[in-house]
């Protein structure tokens, strides 16, 4: 093979590496102005009794509650064969001067209802295994998914709900 075949090869093989196509990261921007953040009048551990209130109020159960975190959970069943978990996590940062932050994130489960069946087999010593004719199926919820919710209006609603226990501020100036 002469040197212009292998570059032009090189190259192909490059440019094909490329464009394995986008990555679930680059929509990622790193923005100063996050849905995820709000900013109260109040003390850190205030603005998570806050959180923890509005959480209660929707009917989250809460698996977690510490003076600076929060950690919740509430499930659905769309219909019968799909289930959803709704994860959510508020932590909360000292601002100073008795403010605080609240971070906020929550990450939707999916599970499916899946059948898996199953054959019964029986072993004797010296006349070896035999397999029997009864069967049986069970069903499992199976995970098939999960992701960030990114919905900024999600996390609006929260917040607002959360200012009724603890006084919001506007954002600091960067």
Known sequence: MNTPSICLMAASLAGLSACGGPSVYD???FSS???YVAHFD?????TCEAARLALLSQGYAIHSAKADAIDAMKTFQPDDDEHLELSFTVVCASGGRGRSTAYANAVETYYELKESASSAGL???RLGSI???WSSSTDSLIKVGAQTVSDPEFYARFFTLM???APRTPPPRP
């Open 27 to 29: 929509d990622e921007r």
């Open 33 to 35: 102005n996050s849905p």
């Open 42 to 46: 109040t003390t850190s551990g205030a």
């Open 123 to 125: 072993s004797v010593s």
């Open 131 to 133: 397999s029997l004719p």
């Open 163 to 165: 200012a009724r226990h």
